[in-house]
């Protein structure tokens, strides 16, 4: 990993692009990576690669910061960029790059690692929900100082079944009990979405709404329970703070 703090330039990070999301929101606020770089803030050299797309990010030590998106593909479909992109993420660990994985990606940097993926066993989990951290999470560099309860975005049908052996299990809620965890010193798997916010969620509700009727799920009742969610949108700019003190 580069020092930016010795080479006078604005620490380099890349988005990995997983999916993109439906034609109708991406048409009214734009795609994944968009999102993520406005919450991510100023002061980082941000570069997209879609790797879905089979764009290459390259050797994991040109960044100095690594996010990674959400995707509507399911990370037990084994697709060859995915199992290459989970390749790469484990060397990007080893090498000690902070990381941030959301979503797929969070599900992916558990497969990385032997943890197991696939489909929850209760069905979807989409709106706004509680997540509880544990108390072992006050002393992680990148959640710890958030609330012990706190409100969150999210929308996913596969879960992380099991945790690698390596992992540290940070949060989890009623529905999802893997909702974060973390690999070494510096990496993040986060299932809810920080980079949410109540307007993208709710069009998210309206998209799905006839599956989740099928699911015997409220659309309407989820819809009206959306609210903001500070705290979770917050770790975008805490994860943007750390890669920019590394």
Not at 77 to 99: C, G, H, K, N, Y
């Amino acid at each position: 990993m580069a020092d930016s703090q010795t080479t006078g330039r604005n620490p380099r990070l890349v988005i990995l692009k997983t999916g993109s999301t439906y034609p109708s929101i991406k048409a009214e606020f734009g795609d994944f990576d968009q999102w993520f770089i406005r919450e991510l803030g100023e002061g980082l050299d941000i570069s997209v690669v879609n790797v879905a797309a089979g764009e290459s990010p390259g050797h994991p030590e040109q960044w100095d910061g690594i996010v990674i998106t959400g995707s509507p593909a399911m990370v037990s479909e084994r697709a060859d960029w995915s199992e290459r992109t989970a390749t790469w993420l484990a060397s990007a660990v080893t090498l000690q790059i902070p990381m941030l994985a959301v979503c797929y990606g969070h599900q992916l940097l558990a497969h990385a690692f032997g943890g197991d993926v696939g489909f929850h066993p209760q069905g979807r989990e989409s709106g706004t929900f509680s997540v509880e951290l544990f108390d072992s999470t006050t002393t992680d560099p990148l959640l710890g100082t958030l609330p012990k309860r706190f409100q969150a975005q999210l929308t996913h049908r596969q879960s992380v079944l099991r945790l690698p052996e390596c992992a540290v299990l940070l949060a989890s809620n009623e529905f999802e009990p893997h909702q974060a965890f973390r690999i070494g010193s510096c990496a993040w798997g986060v299932q809810f979405h920080p980079e949410f916010t109540p307007e993208i969620m709710k069009a998210y509700l309206e998209v799905q709404s006839s599956d989740l009727e099928t699911e015997n799920q409220d659309a309407s009742a989820l819809i009206s329970s959306v609210t903001d969610t500070p705290e979770a949108a917050s770790l975008l700019r805490r994860f943007s703070d750390l890669v920019l003190n590394n």
